[in-house]
T-cell receptor, first 116, second 109 residues
Framework: EAGVAQSPRYKIIEKRQSVAFWCNPI?????LYWYQQILGQGPKLLIQ????????DSQLPKDRFSAERLKGVDSTLKIQPAKLEDSAMYLC??????????????FGPGTRLTVL | GQQVMQIPQYQHVQEGEDFTTYCNSS?????IQWYKQRPGGHPVFLIQ?????EVKKQKRLTFQFGEAKKNSSLHITATQTTDVGTYFC?????????FGTGTSLTVIP
């Protein structure tokens, strides 16, 4: 079974630039999550999709971050414009079921973002 | 966003010693999960606890969920070098989901 795929693996940009990350979840997983993990901290949930609908985006900084999952499969997370404090690992995860039960999540390898 | 403190933050043990990490919440939880993240890697699911007072074992790992469903612990018996990594609890309050700050385990051969 293929795992969660993410690209790119690394990205370096200057502040005020835009960046986008892509995620393809495990086939058949209805729920997709985006996390931000700052070095030395635990992952912080940014947004959860159930199919193509948003379940929870309470911790997403909506003034600069956006995410979509138009066809209920793969997803993109965008930051526009980036700030220095956005430097982090961006992790995508998927689970077979979701909603507020937050079942076992399978994580991708992540995208390491550095903002200069 | 909320992050829940896990204790200890760091732990160095000699190979063969035991290790325990604790996770505490101020609110009653629907369930709690535990993940392991190796250095440079991504979190890997270990287990989910749902019931009050639940105890689950996976080989040398023992997971407990408190009677009040507000705390949990992970205990590793006789650590091995393969246990190195950061152990995170992840708490479901019913409508929100938070990872703990993690406990970084170093095992000295």
């Amino acid at each position: 079974e293929a795992g969660v795929a993410q690209s790119p693996r690394y990205k370096i940009i200057e502040k005020r630039q835009s960046v986008a990350f892509w995620c393809n979840p495990i086939s058949g997983h209805a729920t997709l999550y985006w996390y931000q993990q700052i070095l030395g901290q635990g992952p912080k949930l940014l947004i959860q999709f159930q199919n193509n609908g948003v379940v929870d985006d309470s911790q997403l900084p909506k003034d600069r971050f956006s995410a979509e999952r138009l066809k209920g499969v793969d997803s993109t997370l965008k930051i526009q414009p980036a700030k220095l404090e956005d430097s982090a690992m961006y992790l995508c995860a998927s689970s077979f079921r979701g909603g507020y039960s937050y079942n076992e999540q399978f994580f991708g390898p992540g995208t390491r973002l550095t903002v200069l | 966003g909320q992050q829940v403190m896990q204790i200890p933050q760091y732990q160095h043990v000699q190979e063969g010693e035991d290790f325990t990490t604790y996770c505490n919440s101020s609110t009653t939880l629907s369930n709690i999960q535990w993940y392991k993240q190796r250095p440079g890697g991504h979190p890997v699911f270990l287990i989910q606890l749902v019931k009050s007072g639940e105890v689950k074992k996976q080989k040398r790992l023992t997971f407990q969920f408190g009677e009040a469903k507000k705390n949990s612990s992970l205990h590793i018996t006789a650590t091995q070098t393969t246990d190195v990594g950061t152990y995170f609890c992840a708490m479901n309050t019913g409508n929100q989901f938070y990872f703990g700050t993690g406990t970084s385990l170093t095992v000295i051969p």
